[in-house]
């Protein structure tokens, strides 16, 4: 499964992408975002305040409480402001 980091959560946990196996028991975004959160510093910074984070699935928005199930490439950035 590809991760993809963009913005603020690229910089804090200092990479814009990494490929992962899939861990036993993480199944939806949530799952992966505390995952993620236990494997270091940068990572914790970055997702300390998981409501704040917006995920796309495959380039699809999705919740956190998607399935991760046949997923090839999840993407995790802050939320967006422009105009």
Same mark, same amino acid.
């Given at each position: 499964?590809?991760?993809?980091?963009?913005?603020?959560? @690229?910089? @804090?946990?200092?990479?814009? =992408?990494? #490929?992962?196996?899939?861990?036993?028991?993480v199944h939806t975004v949530? =799952? /992966?975002?505390?995952?993620?959160?236990?494997?270091?510093e940068g990572y914790e910074?970055?997702?300390?305040?998981?409501?704040?984070?917006?995920?796309? /699935? $495959?380039?699809?928005?999705? =919740?956190? $409480?998607?399935?991760? =199930?046949?997923?090839?490439?999840?993407? /995790?950035?802050?939320?967006? #402001?422009?105009?």
């Open positions: 499964m590809k991760l993809l980091y963009f913005a603020w959560v @690229r910089e @804090r946990i200092g990479l814009a =992408d990494e #490929t992962i196996e899939r861990p036993a028991g949530s =799952d /992966l975002i505390g995952w993620l959160r236990a494997r270091g910074l970055a997702l300390a305040e998981p409501g704040a984070i917006r995920v796309a /699935l $495959d380039r699809e928005h999705s =919740d956190h $409480d998607a399935s991760l =199930d046949g997923v090839r490439e999840v993407a /995790l950035f802050p939320p967006m #402001t422009g105009g």
